[in-house]
């Protein structure tokens, strides 16, 4: 099993920025397919990036252009960039992992893995 653990959330300003971190133990093999949710109080889960297999990431529309999702295999962490963050970005953002192909309907997939998350909140 992978156990995965995120952490740089925080308190920002529109226009700010923000590096989540996601720290894999375990299995965290390059044939997993990584993604980012993030789930606002009332609102749906939303998957906000991915990257799979051939490392081609892949966005939600509400984020491309300001968010870059990344991996480095050898430390076992997934990264969530933002920047030009908005109020409506406000959320409870975790990373999760499955086995396998994310293909472009990962985000209604079923993951194996997820971790408790971390806030991003406007101030």
């Known amino acids: 099993d992978v156990q995965l653990v995120e952490s740089g959330g925080g308190s920002v300003q529109a226009g700010g920025s923000l590096k989540l971190s996601c720290a894999a133990s375990?299995?965290?093999?390059?044939?997993?397919?990584m993604g980012w949710f993030r789930q606002a109080p009332g609102k749906e889960r939303e998957g906000v990036a991915s990257?799979?297999?051939?490392?081609?990431?892949s966005y939600s529309d509400s984020v491309k252009g300001r968010f870059t999702i990344s991996r480095d295999i050898a430390d076992h962490t997934l990264y969530l960039q933002m920047s030009d963050l908005k109020p409506e970005d406000t959320a409870l953002y975790y990373c999760?992992?499955?086995?396998?192909?994310?293909?472009?309907?990962?985000?209604?997939?079923?993951?194996?893995?997820r971790g408790p998350g971390t806030q991003v909140t406007f101030s």
């Open positions: 990257v799979g297999v051939d490392d081609r990431p």
């Open positions: 999760a992992s499955r086995v396998g192909m994310c293909g472009p309907n990962w985000s209604k997939l079923r993951f194996d893995s």
């Open positions: 375990g299995y965290f093999y390059s044939s997993y397919c």
